[in-house]
């Protein structure tokens, strides 16, 4: 069965811009996570989608935002980008986390700020 | 609130030999510990997971053991392989309502032939 897909890959943005990250799950999956991933501070957690509401939300500014449509699909999106976001930005889906199904993760969006 | 640290960065070991990654955590009401693996350009992918209520677990290759008493987590990989060589991160899950998955920053295993 196919794995989490996260579109698209590469993404160079300029300080001040916007960008939409986009995940598709697992089919069947219906919780998907986000999570930042930098040398100095690892992987972070953004925030966690079930069912298109938002369970759960990290340490990050408002900036951050994401969401989640019916068929599972998230999208999470930066505004004002600042040369600090750049990182790898991580999607893992899970049928239920809670219930300790286990995430799988995609391979991730690199995005660049300059 | 929870946090998760790793002992060492980096680990070097020959081909062959056994490697243990070590990892501590603070604060937890966590069920269960996770391992991960991370290959460069890939996302990280499951290895071993282990609840709360174990002290050990085994898988092909990989041990997990997990001392509550000094929080402290390890993954033992036996006869190490070139494969074997990526970044390796702890995890510790916090449930509830406010479910996450909280990880550390990771070991970088490299395996010289």
């Known amino acids: 069965k196919a794995g989490v897909t996260q579109t698209p890959r590469y993404l160079i943005k300029t300080r001040g811009q916007q960008v939409t990250l986009s995940c598709s799950p697992i089919s069947g999956h219906r919780s998907v996570s986000w999570y930042q991933q930098t040398p100095g501070q690892g992987l972070q957690f953004l925030f966690e989608y079930f069912s298109e509401t938002q369970r759960n939300k990290g340490n990050f500014p408002g900036r951050f935002s994401g969401r989640q449509f019916s068929n599972s699909r998230s999208e999470m999106n930066v505004s004002t980008l600042e040369l600090g976001d750049s990182a790898l930005y991580l999607c893992?889906?899970?049928?239920?986390?809670?219930?300790?199904?286990?995430?799988?993760f995609g391979s991730g969006t690199r995005l660049t700020v300059v | 609130g929870e946090s998760v640290g790793l002992h060492l960065p980096t680990l070097s070991v020959q081909e062959g030999d056994n490697s243990i990654i070590n990892c501590a955590y603070s604060n937890s009401a966590s069920d269960y510990f996770i391992w991960y693996k991370q290959e460069s350009g890939k996302g990280p992918q499951f290895i071993i997971d282990?609840?709360?209520?174990?002290d050990k677990r085994q898988g092909q290759r990989v041990t997990v053991l997990l001392n509550k008493t000094v929080k402290h987590l390890s993954l033992q990989i036996a006869a190490t392989q070139p494969g074997d060589s990526a970044v390796y991160f702890c995890g510790l899950e916090s449930g509830g309502s406010n479910y996450k998955l909280t990880f550390g920053k990771g070991t970088l295993l490299t395996v010289n032939p």
């Open positions: 893992a889906s899970s049928l239920n986390p809670t219930a300790n199904y286990g995430y799988t």
């Open positions: 282990i609840r709360s209520n174990m």
